[in-house]
C-alpha cells in the first residue's frame, strides 16, 4: 500500500510500527477485527505523531489539495 501512495503521489500515514511496539492491548476485537478503544487511541496518537513531524509531506499535501477551485452553485 505504501509503494502504491508513493507511486501516486499520495501521502501515506504507516501505524504499523506503533500497534507492534506498544503494550496497549486488546488493539481491535477478534470477532470482526475492528479496533477497540485502546486500539483507536493507539492509532490516533500514531496519526497526531505523524502529522506534527517537522516537515510532514501530509501537512503540505492536504494544503495543496485544499485549495481546490469551488465549483460554481447549480
Known sequence: LAAFAKAQDVPF???Y???RS???RPLYYQLDGHLTPQGH???A???VRQL???GS???AWLKLTSRRPSRPAS
Open 13 to 15: 500515514l504507516n501505524a
Open 17 to 19: 510500527d506503533d500497534f
Open 22 to 24: 506498544t503494550r496497549v
Open 41 to 43: 487511541a493507539v492509532l
Open 45 to 47: 496518537d500514531s496519526i
Open 52 to 54: 506534527s513531524a517537522p
Open 57 to 59: 509531506p501530509t501537512v
